[in-house]
């Protein structure tokens, strides 16, 4: 894409984005962090990931919380996608958790935030289909209150499979949106002027927009790891959800354990733990630090 460039943001100097990536993010709905996870978390990550994907191959396996696809060539059953990840992995509790994206999900969101969806999407090594350019669900709202996911990359994405997306498209009507995403699929254009392509290193991160155009080549590379963690303002979520007030504080209490779980980790010693300041409306019980009970799988249209 010409004329288009990115901030550097590399999380090794910094312990959240500056006011002018924020801007960046608001303006075209993508941006990308460098160096977020430690070489050190990074391993856990993908050791207790690992153990996940393996799990997703067995045919007999009848859980709804790991998603299949067929694959176009070979109608083979291919798993993509595993959800709810905290309640299956303490290092996705523990990365939830993960300062510099909290002090920068606090910057875009206001203090009033809530996580919200959490999954694993994987490309099998060799089996790696084409993504179809998309926006993901989620409800249209104003700039200044983005309703996005943060992109942690356990694998490294070059250019010839990275994500793809165009910047600023969060902002086309519904109907234009459903025009683009329509002539790209139908021409299988994944390269043009207003398309960026974002390769990726493990440990990297990206934020995008829920209404950001995004999709990705068909790829025959080695396996690829992306976790996504989605995020918004208090606020969102009760124009958005109005039936599901008990959502708020169940979310919050998945926030706390994890941080919890941040601080108890051997491999996050040393760092400075983000700190949750909701409005007091907002705030959750004080020095709570028993979880035990917590169940963190919280569907999110049936609480
Ligand atoms: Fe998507």
Redo the contacts with the bound molecule.
């Keep these: 894409m010409s004329g288009f460039s990115l901030p550097e943001v590399d999380a090794l100097l910094s312990d959240k984005i500056s006011e002018t990536d924020a801007t960046f993010f608001r303006e075209h709905g993508v941006l990308l962090m460098k160096n977020v996870i430690s070489p050190e978390e990074l391993a856990v990550l993908k050791e207790e990931s690992m153990a996940l994907v393996e799990k997703s191959k067995d045919p007999e396996l009848k859980d709804p919380d790991f998603k299949y696809a067929t694959h176009p060539s070979t109608d083979a059953r291919v798993p993509f996608r595993i959800d709810y990840l905290t309640h299956k992995m303490l290092s996705a509790r523990v990365l939830l958790a993960h300062p510099f994206i909290l002090n920068s999900v606090e910057m875009l969101c206001g203090r009033n935030f809530i996580p919200t969806w959490e999954s694993k999407v994987f490309k099998l090594a060799g089996t790696g289909a084409a ?1 179809n350019w ?1 926006r ?1 669900a989620g409800p249209a709202l104003p700039d200044e209150a983005p309703v996005f996911f943060a992109d942690f990359y356990l694998d490294d994405a070059d250019e010839t499979t990275a994500l793809r997306a165009i910047p600023g498209s969060q902002k086309l009507s519904r109907a234009d949106a459903m025009d683009r995403i329509n002539a790209l699929n139908e021409a299988e254009q994944f390269e043009g002027d207003d398309i960026v392509i974002l390769p990726m290193k493990a440990g990297d991160v990206l934020f995008h927009n829920v209404h950001t155009l ?1 999709g990705s080549p068909a790829a025959s590379s080695a396996l690829r790891r992306v976790v996504y963690f989605a995020f918004r303002s208090i606020e969102v979520e009760k124009i958005t959800s109005p039936n599901m007030p008990a959502f708020i504080p169940a979310k919050q209490r998945v926030l706390a354990a994890c941080m919890q779980a941040r601080a108890n980790a051997p491999y996050t010693q040393g760092e400075t733990p983000f700190v949750y300041a909701p409005d007091s409306e907002w705030a959750p019980p004080a020095d709570e630090t028993d979880f035990s009970d917590l169940n963190y799988r919280i569907p999110h249209l049936e609480l």
């Design positions: 993504v998309h993901d995004h």
